[in-house]
């Protein structure tokens, strides 16, 4: 089955709620309409409501079917529990004037309503850059418990082939357990795209082929992801072919649960794994979605700048996923 027709099928009828702070943007209102009238999910637009019914009129959108929620005349006694939610969960760190000038910032609002139980996830970042959706989802979403940091994975999905890449987005470079709780995550994500996870730990060694503080790390990565999750398939460290390649890990690593048939490569640093997508991508073919938002509390999506429509309605669908039971 086509990945988004399986998602899609995964999240029907089940009414979760993704808010959309930019609603005024034509791209998420026509995504919003179509995930509604398809019944995918259960659309909420931030913005002002003459403004946003004066665009979706401009571009022939129907919105009968989405929730338009504009914070400037939000319920009164809703938004004063709405500012003594956010300077509780800041603990001391925001009062009550700073948190008042936060929620009107649709990005803090959206986050909030997600905080709340209010919605089940956010998408944005379609005129945001990627911190405005980021910085507010580490101060009041967090992270998930095991997780001290968030990481961006890439699905790479070429015909019937399905991957996950990561840290492709986030953390410039990782020690030791921040990849470890990487592999975690992805191993999680690898699921949400029906992917039973093979994870392997990249490195320019495999199984002591080479001595260096960088093998080291991955060795040590490994020893840890393995503590965090004891169940998952998982192995370390192994070049890219080892991992990949039955022959080659007959080789090289011949005793691996994973090398030979990994469908989950955790890069060592940030370069590597962007590299690492990219050639995939470009060389390969391999269409890349993403980057998946790993590690938050709650599901927060960031779109690319230069996302269309049909990217947002991807997005969205991904993001309703990971907020599945």
């Not at 009107?104 to 911190?131: E, I, Q, R």
């Not at 580490?138 to 968030?150: D, F, H, N, V, Y």
Request: hydrophobic share 45%; net charge negative; with cysteine.
């Amino acid at each position: 089955m086509e990945l988004f027709e399986q998602l899609s099928q995964s999240i029907k009828g089940q009414g979760k709620r993704i808010v959309f702070p930019e609603g005024n943007d034509p791209r998420i209102q026509g995504a919003a309409a179509r995930l509604a009238q398809e019944a995918l999910v259960e659309p909420i637009l931030l913005g002002d409501q003459a403004s946003i019914e004066e665009v979706a009129q401009k571009n022939g959108v129907d919105l009968q079917l989405v929730r338009v929620i504009d914070p400037e005349s939000y319920d009164a006694d809703s938004w004063d529990e709405m500012i003594d939610a956010l300077v509780e969960r800041r603990n001391g760190k925001t009062d009550a004037i700073t948190a008042a000038k936060w929620l009107k910032d649709v990005n803090y609002f959206g986050t909030m309503l997600v905080y709340l139980g209010l919605a089940d996830g956010m998408v944005s970042g379609a005129t945001h850059p990627t911190g405005d959706t980021v910085r507010p989802a580490l101060q009041i979403i967090k992270t998930k418990p095991g997780s001290s940091r968030i990481s961006g994975a890439f699905v790479m999905q070429r015909g019937e082939e399905r991957y996950v890449f990561a840290d492709c987005a986030i953390n410039i470079d990782l020690d030791a357990q921040t990849m470890a709780e990487v592999a975690v995550q992805s191993a999680e994500t690898a699921k949400v795209f029906g992917i039973d996870p093979k994870v392997a730990m990249l490195s320019f060694s495999t199984k002591g082929s080479a001595k260096a503080e960088q093998v080291d790390k991955v060795v040590q990565a490994t020893q840890t992801a393995k503590e965090i999750a004891p169940d998952l398939a998982i192995d370390g460290e192994l070049q890219f072919d080892a991992a990949f390649v039955d022959s080659v890990a007959a080789s090289k690593a011949p005793d691996s649960p994973v090398a030979g048939r990994a469908n989950v490569f955790v890069f060592p640093d940030l370069q590597s794994g962007n590299i690492g997508y990219k050639i995939a991508q470009r060389l390969g073919g391999f269409e890349a979605i993403g980057p998946v938002l790993q590690g938050l509390a709650k599901p927060i999506s960031d779109l690319s700048r230069g996302a269309n429509e049909e990217d947002v309605y991807k997005v969205a669908i991904i993001t309703a996923a990971q907020a599945l039971d």
